[in-house]
């Protein structure tokens, strides 16, 4: 086989003030041998990618894994860097998966990445157990300098070399640990220093690279306070001073699959994206008109900016000819044709972190499919609701503001007024770092800014639907902060929008609302949290979620905030709102159903 060519990027972003640090990326990607759009090697790529941040995460930061088979297999690897913590980490994956997988090394077979917090690498050909000793960059501090340079080199030399058989006998393949010297100015100081491997190397491999490291780091970092060389195999760093914040990350349980929704996505995508696949069942009659009308709706779509068209021989082969094992899940339009129409023209002109990104769409006679960014966690109803793994308080706050902040871009920020009319938790989305998407705008409405309403037909679903909406078919940006409000109660209470309750030997079912609107009375807030997280949350931040819950799901529109009033009490900049005591009556739903009812969870339309 030929050498493979490499584009190699080095991006730098360094501190002015004094002893600042410099911050660099080096990122290598193949320029020759690379994929197309629609391959099996780009499918299993994309398996691979979804799976691995997490895995690593999961795995103490460290995890190696393959997808698919010859001559498309993919090898991967990735690793958190020991002097980084989780939340570093999980953000370092995610700006890496934007960057290198999906722009700078978008169709190359093999890639590899090196950022301050971790380093991703892939590649067609096996590389585990041999050491990578390319040097991806070095980081260093800014203007912050030794006075004994002699002094302090031969203490760095000392504390390294010795990390170095250390690290290779580790099961973990690190090793950290300080050394005092005394300096010019008989002063005592500390240096603390690390050393890390990949944990796919041998001892020997793992001595071979830091060696050559550790060498690097004397004759680059002269006299330097702190100083690192980061590759691909191995990592050094030192600090003179100060700790270097080793975090280990523990292991914990993989966590299960994915609980599906009524609605959710299948995977079906060969350009580093996923297929939402809503296939409408047609009549006989609709389907012949299809033909007649295809380049008109091709033309139509074309028009915008941003999202293509796909072939269906493109996704048939990116999905495997839509293969079970790809599938997540499956839903339908319901009344086809409009709503497909509608969520391709609208969410084609969004463009923002917490809403799913549209990648594309494909009409093929009575075939009507989207092609959606990857998301590989699947949905937040899977998560919040999962009895095995319970979802941190931290992650559910930043969710929270996600969700927000896409709202608050739908309504006010985005050049036209778009209602989503169809907020729940089963249509926000995580990706492989959790942060929040919103998607699924089949039901969505562009409305005039000065008008904030929509006249329609019932649409929605039932228990996450404003009330009036119900009776007056009149759907609004109140409507929206309803939905979110009772979002907001789920995420927090850890329950869903309908709670079962026992009064002595009768069982009924009682709005999510209501529910917590009750304590909320006894000024007992707290006490509807979710007891699964034990106490471990912030009371300001669950009391703040809580309330504003309740005040967005107030059963009077003209009570209820705007998103932005809303979102400045999510993120405490705000008093929490005056409620009554009491909730105000509401003619949506009767306090408690007959015992053994089943309220229903399908949409309204």
């Known amino acids: 086989m030929a050498p493979r060519r490499f584009l190699v990027l080095v991006l730098a972003v360094v501190s002015l003030l004094a002893g600042g640090i410099a911050l660099v990326a080096g990122q290598a990607c193949s320029t020759t041998g690379n994929f197309t759009s629609g391959s099996q090697y780009q499918v299993n790529l994309l398996n691979l990618i979804g799976d691995l941040p997490q895995s690593t995460m999961d795995n103490g930061g460290f995890a190696e894994s393959t997808a698919g088979s010859a001559p498309d297999k993919v090898f991967g690897l990735a690793m ?125 491999e793992c001595t071979r690279c830091l060696n050559k490291f550790v060498a690097e780091l004397s004759s680059s970092r002269p006299n330097n306070t702190y100083g ?64 007649t009308d295809e380049k008109a709706l091709q033309d139509e779509f074309e028009k915008q900016a941003g999202p293509r068209r796909f072939r269906y021989g493109e996704l048939e082969v990116a999905t495997n ?37 549209l990648i594309g769409w494909c009409h093929d006679g009575s075939k009507l499919l989207l092609v959606y960014q990857l998301m590989p966690t699947g949905s937040l109803d899977a998560h919040i609701h999962d009895q095995n793994n319970i979802m941190s308080w931290q992650l559910r706050y930043e969710i929270v503001l996600g969700i927000g902040s896409a709202l608050l871009y739908l309504h006010q920020d985005s050049e036209q007024c778009i209602l989503h009319r169809d907020i729940k938790p089963s249509n926000i989305m995580l990706d492989a770092s959790f942060v929040a998407k919103l998607g699924d705008f089949g039901l969505a409405r562009l409305i005039d800014r000065d008008r904030q309403s929509y006249t329609t037909a019932q649409a929605g679903t039932m228990w996450y639907m404003d009330p009036e909406c119900m009776f007056s078919g009149t759907a609004s940006t109140s409507s929206d902060v309803y939905s979110f409000g009772v979002v907001l109660l789920e995420i927090a209470c850890g329950r869903r929008s309908i709670v079962v309750v026992s009064n002595t030997e009768e069982y009924a079912s009682i709005h999510l609302v209501d529910w917590v609107w009750e304590h909320y009375g006894r000024g007992r807030i707290l006490d509807a949290a979710d007891v699964r997280l034990n106490g471990d949350f912030d009371a300001k931040e669950m009391e703040s979620v809580l309330v504003t819950g309740l005040w967005c799901a107030h059963p009077e529109r003209n009570l209820r905030p705007s998103i932005r009033q809303a979102i400045n009490v999510l993120r405490l900049d705000a008093a929490l709102p005056k409620l009554p005591k009491k909730m105000p009556v509401s003619n949506y739903l009767s306090p408690f159903s007959k015992r053994g009812s089943e309220p229903s969870t399908q949409g309204c339309h």
């Open 80 to 204: 958190c860097y020991a002097d980084r913590d989780a939340t570093q980490c999980r953000d370092c994956f995610r700006d890496m998966y934007r960057d290198v997988v999906q722009s700078k090394c978008r169709f190359s077979r093999e890639a590899k990445a090196c950022y301050d917090a971790c380093f991703l690498r892939y590649s067609d050909l096996s590389f585990s157990g041999v050491a990578d000793l390319g040097i991806s960059h070095y980081v260093w501090g800014v203007n912050s300098y030794v006075s004994d340079m002699e002094s302090m080199n031969a203490s760095r030399w000392s504390l390294m070399t010795g990390l170095v058989p250390e690290a290779a006998s580790s099961p973990l393949r690190f090793a950290n640990d300080s050394k005092e010297y005394t300096d010019s100015q008989g002063s005592t100081q500390v240096m603390y220093g690390l050393a890390q491997c990949t944990r796919d190397l041998s001892a020997s």
């Open 321 to 357: 000819f839509f293969s079970e094992d790809k599938k997540l899940g499956e839903g339908g339009f319901e009344s086809g044709r409009k709503e497909y129409i509608s969520e391709v023209k609208i969410i084609s002109q969004l463009r923002h972190r917490n809403l799913v990104q």
């Open 228 to 291: 690192t060389v980061k590759g691909y195999s191995c990592y050094v760093a030192y600090r003179v001073g100060i700790d270097l914040g080793i975090t280990i990350l523990p292991v914990t349980a993989p966590p299960p699959a994915p609980v599906h929704p009524p609605v959710v996505f299948i995977i079906c995508t060969g350009i580093l994206v996923w297929f939402l696949l809503r296939r409408c069942r047609k009549k006989p009659r609709q389907i012949e008109h299809d033909t």
